[in-house]
C-alpha cells in the first residue's frame, strides 16, 4: 500500500508590486510535488478555519501583510498548537518563508509563534554568505554554507528559537532560519526567497523540503 502524501496547505499572497506570488507560487509548488509533497495553493484565509485547516500536516506561508479575523487567527493558532481536545485535529508544522515575518503584523499572537517581527532591510544587491549553525539538525541535512543574493531581513526576535542558519551583517550574527516549538506543532522560519532566483537556489530548496519531512506531524 503506498504511502500517503504529507499535504502542504500553501498560503500564498496578493502583493505583486514586490514580491510577484503569481510566478513565485508555481515554483514552490513544482520543487515541493517533485519531491512528493502534496500542495494546495490558496490566498484563502479562511483555509484556517478549523473544518478547511484539519486534514493538512503542514501549513506553509508566504504571505505578506494582510489581517487575520479572530477566527482565521484563532484556527491558524490552533491548529499548530494541536490540541488533541480541540478541532483542528493533528498539530501542523509551520513554515514561513521570507515575507511570513512582514505578515498579520496586527497579530501579536502570530508574530510570537512565528518567531520574530520584519523590521527593515538593505538594499538588494550583494551577495550574502549563509552559515549553517547547527549541522546536526534534520532541516539542515545535506546543506553547507552558501552564497546569494536575496533581500536579507533584518529582524525584531520574538521569542526563543534555535537558530539553525544565520548571516553576518554589520558586526553582528543575524538569525536567518530557525526552528522552534509550539504547543505539540512545529515551526521553522526561512528568511531568504525574495524572487525566482532566490527560490531556484538548490540549497534554498533542499533546506524547505527538510522542513516539510521535520515540521510534518510524527
Same mark, same amino acid.
Given at each position: 500500500?503506498?504511502?500517503?502524501?504529507?499535504?502542504?496547505?500553501?498560503?500564498?499572497?496578493?502583493?505583486?508590486?514586490?514580491?510577484?506570488? @503569481?510566478? /513565485?507560487?508555481? %515554483?514552490?509548488?513544482?520543487?515541493?510535488?517533485?519531491?512528493?509533497?502534496?500542495?494546495?495553493?490558496?490566498?484563502? @484565509?479562511?483555509? &484556517?478555519?478549523?473544518?478547511?485547516?484539519?486534514?493538512?500536516?503542514?501549513?506553509?506561508?508566504?504571505?505578506?501583510?494582510?489581517?487575520?479575523?479572530?477566527?482565521?487567527?484563532?484556527?491558524?493558532?490552533?491548529s499548530v498548537i494541536?490540541?488533541?481536545?480541540?478541532?483542528?485535529?493533528?498539530?501542523?508544522? %509551520?513554515?514561513?518563508?521570507? /515575507?511570513?515575518?512582514?505578515? &498579520?503584523?496586527?497579530s501579536q499572537a502570530?508574530?510570537?509563534?512565528?518567531?520574530?517581527?520584519?523590521? /527593515?532591510?538593505?538594499?538588494?544587491?550583494?551577495?550574502?554568505? &549563509?552559515?549553517?549553525?547547527?549541522?546536526?539538525?534534520?532541516?539542515?541535512?545535506?546543506?553547507?554554507?552558501?552564497?546569494?543574493?536575496?533581500?536579507?531581513?533584518? @529582524?525584531?526576535?520574538?521569542?526563543?528559537?534555535?537558530?539553525? @542558519?544565520?548571516?553576518?551583517?554589520?558586526?553582528?550574527?543575524?538569525?536567518?532560519?530557525?526552528?522552534?516549538?509550539?504547543?505539540?506543532?512545529?515551526?521553522?522560519?526561512?528568511? %531568504?526567497?525574495?524572487?525566482?532566483?532566490?527560490?531556484?537556489?538548490?540549497?534554498?530548496?533542499?533546506?524547505?523540503?527538510?522542513?516539510?519531512?521535520?515540521?510534518?506531524?510524527?
Amino acid at each position: 500500500m503506498a504511502e500517503e502524501k504529507t499535504s502542504i496547505l500553501f498560503v500564498t499572497g496578493i502583493d505583486r508590486q514586490y514580491h510577484d506570488h @503569481l510566478v /513565485t507560487s508555481p %515554483l514552490y509548488s513544482g520543487f515541493l510535488e517533485k519531491a512528493g509533497f502534496s500542495v494546495t495553493v490558496t490566498t484563502d @484565509l479562511d483555509s &484556517f478555519l478549523p473544518p478547511n485547516v484539519k486534514d493538512y500536516d503542514v501549513i506553509m506561508l508566504n504571505t505578506v501583510g494582510r489581517s487575520l479575523s479572530p477566527d482565521q487567527e484563532s484556527g491558524l493558532l490552533k491548529s499548530v498548537i494541536g490540541a488533541e481536545w480541540g478541532d483542528t485535529g493533528k498539530p501542523k508544522g %509551520l513554515i514561513g518563508i521570507h /515575507t511570513a515575518s512582514c505578515s &498579520f503584523q496586527d497579530s501579536q499572537a502570530y508574530l510570537r509563534m512565528l518567531g520574530a517581527k520584519f523590521l /527593515t532591510h538593505p538594499e538588494f544587491g550583494p551577495e550574502y554568505e &549563509f552559515c549553517v549553525t547547527a549541522a546536526g539538525h534534520p532541516v539542515m541535512k545535506n546543506i553547507e554554507n552558501f552564497r546569494m543574493a536575496d533581500e536579507l531581513y533584518l @529582524l525584531e526576535p520574538y521569542s526563543p528559537f534555535d537558530t539553525v @542558519l544565520s548571516c553576518h551583517y554589520l558586526g553582528f550574527e543575524r538569525p536567518v532560519a530557525w526552528v522552534k516549538p509550539y504547543g505539540r506543532g512545529k515551526v521553522f522560519y526561512l528568511a %531568504l526567497g525574495h524572487g525566482p532566483d532566490q527560490i531556484q537556489n538548490r540549497s534554498f530548496q533542499q533546506i524547505l523540503i527538510n522542513a516539510v519531512a521535520w515540521a510534518k506531524p510524527e
